[in-house]
């Protein structure tokens, strides 16, 4: 069965440092991937997805994220966190043959110190 | 402006109350789905529709019901809540399901935290 991994339940960094959150998914064919992020009392919001072509993919705010194969990841990225990005994080996998459903991680906590 | 609302955005109740949390969007969507947020657990489907009369089953639908009569209403039913359904509730909507084709975007509505006494 499809299933996402985030390892980090919750990660702090400094506010203009750098940021790396990590995901591992399982799948058997190319999945499509996709991290949300939710800011406190709010919804979900795309950041970027992956479906196929170009490994690195760009989204918004700033985010990147790049999908290797042979290592089953999907990290997201960015290289100098503002204090607004403080918020939890989800990875998901688009799981083609559940009725093409999202199946999410357990999401990682972001604090940012000033 | 494209939205997905929710209504309750919070709800205390006591068990076997029965309660409907409605979802309303506005885009025209034909795909919207019920999940439920839990520490630790992420994100886990309840029920989703692919059209108007066409609902199943998630990976957590124990003591839940659907509905969908129209195209822009997806109501989240608990006819006898429990404690174990006490849980932050996202309702989303997407033109397509976001695994099938993933070019559409799924929307979030803004929540509707459950404390279930």
């Known amino acids: 069965a499809q299933s996402v991994t985030q390892p980090d339940i919750h990660i702090t960094v400094s506010e203009g440092a750098s940021l790396e959150l990590r995901c591992n998914y399982s799948?058997?064919?190319?999945?499509?991937l996709f991290w949300y992020v939710q800011s406190p009392g709010q919804g979900l919001q795309l950041l970027l997805k992956y479906f196929s072509g170009d490994t690195l993919v760009q989204g918004i705010k700033g985010f990147e994220a790049e999908f290797k194969r042979s290592q089953s990841s999907f990290n997201l990225r960015k290289p100098s966190v503002h204090w607004s990005d403080a918020a939890e994080y989800f990875c998901?996998?688009?799981?083609?043959?559940?009725?093409?459903?999202?199946?999410f991680g357990q999401g990682t906590e972001l604090s940012v110190k000033p | 402006e494209a939205q997905v609302t929710q209504n309750p955005r919070y709800l205390i109740t006591v068990t076997g109350k029965k309660l409907t949390v409605t979802c309303s969007q506005n885009?025209?969507?034909?795909?919207m789905s019920w999940y439920r947020q839990d520490p630790g657990l992420g994100l886990r489907q309840i029920y989703y529709?692919?059209?108007?009369?066409?609902?199943d089953k998630g990976d957590v639908p124990e003591g839940y019901k659907v509905s969908r009569k129209e195209k822009r209403n997806f109501p989240l039913i608990l006819e006898s809540p429990s404690p174990n359904q006490t849980s932050l509730y996202f309702c989303a909507s997407s033109f397509s399901p976001p695994g099938l084709r993933p070019k559409g975007e799924q929307f979030f509505g803004p929540g509707t935290r459950l404390t279930v006494l």
């Open positions: 998901a996998v688009g799981a083609l043959n559940q009725g093409g459903k999202l199946i």
């Open positions: 885009m025209n969507h034909e795909y």
């Open positions: 799948y058997g064919a190319t999945p499509y």
């Open positions: 529709s692919m059209n108007v009369e066409v609902t």
